[in-house]
Structure formats: structure tokens, C-alpha cells
């Protein structure tokens, strides 16, 4: 509760003291954004397992600051068997459309519904089938394939930085580890053009 709390001020502080807003989010606009957070159990706890995702993307702006965005995305979700840790690791690249459905007057604070198309690859244990204690596992290596929704907030720090937080819930097909991971992250946008 504090940490979304801490992210409300920060929104708050942006928007408080943040003066200049002209030329921003126009069409053809381009930013360089990464981003990282926390997957599925949504804590980072070295027991029980947890997972973590980190990502890189551009995004094009285009009318009303609606925003296209191509990147490549890192998940690892680790699972406890017998006291130990084995990774499932997801690289993905998505393609996907912003739609700005929320945004204020000065052009400082925007929320954004993201619909995205996702496809790569599902690695568990690196490959590796045996585990410590001799037994072996029966999910494999994968291609997957599938979509996301994102809720995505962004706020002005200047008319180059932007801080974005965003919830996502990827649905892939193909993998042997779940089809559903939740990811709840943070990031910055630098606009380079």
C-alpha cells in the first residue's frame, strides 16, 4: 500500500510542478522506453518462488497521443520444487497499439489501454532436464505465441523523460508453463525525436 501511495505523490509532484507541455506527444513523435517489474506472484521473495520481467521497446506516436509500440521483453518465473529454484524463462517481442483514453489539459499525465501481439520463446531450467535430486522434467523447450492488455500510466518529468507504470496480463499458447502471467511494472520513456 505504500509503494502505490509513493507512485500517487509522484503522479501528483509531476503534475504539480511540471510547467512546460508544448510539443509533446505529436505524430511521428519517437521514444525509447524500459521497463521492469514484477510477474505472476507479484513479490520478489527468494522462497516459494517469484518472477520478474524487464523490457525494451520504441514507440511511435500517432493523433491524440495514441502511441504504436515494437519491443522484445525478458520474463523468468522460478518455481520451487524440494528446496530449490528452477527458472521458466520467456523471450518475447510484441507489436502492439496504445489507445490514449485519459489525459489533462497541460498534456502531463496520460492513461493508455495497450491490445499487443506477442510471440518467442519458453525455456525451462535452461534446457536442462534433470534436477538435483535425479528426477526429471517433462516440460520442454517452446515457441510461443499470443496477446496482451495493458493499462498504461505515463507522466511528464520534462518534455524528454517520461515515467510510466503499467499492469499487463499476457495470454501465451505453446508453452508448458502456464498460459496467463500478470505483471505489474515501472518505467521511463526518453523521447528521441
Not at 510484441?94 to 510471440?119: C, I, Q, V
Request: a positive charge; charged letters at 20%.
Amino acid at each position: 500500500m505504500k509503494r502505490v501511495l509513493l507512485i500517487i505523490m509522484l503522479f501528483g509532484v509531476c503534475l504539480h510542478f511540471n510547467q512546460a507541455h508544448a510539443q509533446r506527444c505529436l505524430p511521428g513523435m519517437k521514444g525509447i522506453q524500459f521497463t521492469g517489474g514484477l510477474s505472476d506472484d507479484l513479490r520478489w521473495k527468494n522462497g516459494n518462488g517469484f518472477g520478474y520481467h524487464a523490457g525494451i521497446a520504441v514507440s511511435t506516436y500517432t493523433k491524440n497521443a495514441h502511441h504504436w509500440v515494437v519491443g522484445a521483453e525478458y520474463l523468468e518465473k522460478r518455481y520451487d520444487y524440494r528446496g530449490s529454484l528452477y527458472p521458466v524463462s520467456q523471450f518475447t517481442g510484441e507489436g502492439g497499439y496504445y489507445l490514449n483514453f485519459l489525459s489533462d489539459r497541460k498534456k502531463t499525465f496520460f492513461a493508455a489501454l495497450g491490445l499487443s501481439a506477442l510471440a518467442g520463446y519458453e525455456t525451462v531450467n535452461w534446457g536442462e532436464p534433470m534436477m538435483p535430486d535425479g528426477s526429471r522434467l517433462t516440460d520442454g523447450d517452446n515457441f510461443i505465441y499470443g496477446g496482451a492488455l495493458t493499462l498504461e500510466l505515463s507522466a511528464y518529468l520534462t518534455d524528454r523523460i517520461v515515467l510510466l507504470v503499467n499492469g499487463r496480463q499476457r495470454m501465451l499458447f505453446g508453452g508448458d508453463c502456464g498460459k496467463f502471467h500478470s505483471q505489474v511494472g515501472v518505467g521511463i520513456r526518453f523521447m528521441i525525436r
